[in-house]
């Protein structure tokens, strides 16, 4: 009987032991044995502790996208999982949710908001165009695990939408939805609000960090000045409207 609480006070202590030592463990040191669980992320110039760190820069397959800061929830972690509220910040970028490595490798995102500038997704279109306005949104859900995409679903708004080419054309509001499919892609539509005088409509395919789409754009009620603006945005069509084709990196941008 002695033998056995001894060992139980052993067990207790040693358990106390770690959790201190992991409590205090430094943020650089953690990320430097568990980085290979990261995928598609990565940390530079990590501080703090594993529990509230930050680091001063992060990016998605190679994109930066700025700072990160991050506060660990400690329950979690007896089931093997690593659940964090992260906030990243960068010069023109605002990302805020939660990520979730589960034990099985996978990473989860949930409730995931962000804010970027439109000027981000210009190198789609091959330089060609000059993008105006904010696209912001909400990644309800995603799971990146064994290098695929999954499970992803969320919806999106460009507002104070603009393109500067041969000409400078305004469009009102344009939204996303988009959702994963069965292939492991992610697909979505495209449309205007209907208040402007362009009509929006396409749909894009996302298989990362690859990107295709395509939209028409013709001018409501025979606009004389929407119609102009048409013939100087993608390929005229023989109806007066415009075909836009995109193809890139889309996570992959400068």
Request: net charge negative; hydrophobic share 40%.
């Amino acid at each position: 009987m002695r033998l056995l609480k001894t060992l139980v006070i052993l067990v207790v202590v040693a358990l106390v032991i770690g959790a201190i030592c992991l409590w205090r463990l430094p943020a650089d040191v953690g990320y430097r044995y568990g980085a290979r669980y990261f995928g598609p992320l990565s940390l530079a110039g990590v501080s703090g502790t594993v529990w509230d760190g930050h680091a001063d820069g992060v990016s998605l397959f190679g994109n930066d996208l700025g700072e990160l800061d991050w506060t660990a929830r400690k329950q979690p972690l007896l089931r093997g999982d690593l659940v964090t509220d992260i906030r990243i910040k960068g010069g023109d970028i605002d990302i805020g949710g939660v990520l979730t490595r589960r034990s099985n490798g996978a990473i989860e995102a949930e409730g995931l908001r962000f804010s970027v500038p439109a000027s981000r997704f210009e190198p789609l279109f091959d330089g060609k165009l000059r993008l105006l306005g904010t696209v912001s949104g909400v990644l309800d859900g995603a799971t990146w695990w064994n290098a695929s995409l999954s499970g992803a679903s969320g919806s999106a708004r460009w507002s104070e939408v603009g393109a500067v080419g041969e000409v400078e054309a305004h469009f009102t509001d344009v939204l996303v939805d988009f959702a994963s499919q069965p292939d492991g892609s992610v697909s979505g539509t495209v449309h205007d609000d209907g208040r402007g005088n362009i009509a929006v409509e396409g749909r894009f395919v996302l298989r990362p960090p690859m990107l295709d789409g395509e939209a028409t754009l013709r001018a409501r009620n025979g606009d004389a000045q929407a119609l102009e603006t048409l013939r100087h945005i993608g390929e005229p069509q023989p109806d007066g409207s415009s075909h836009v084709v995109v193809h890139g990196g889309m996570l992959r941008l400068p």
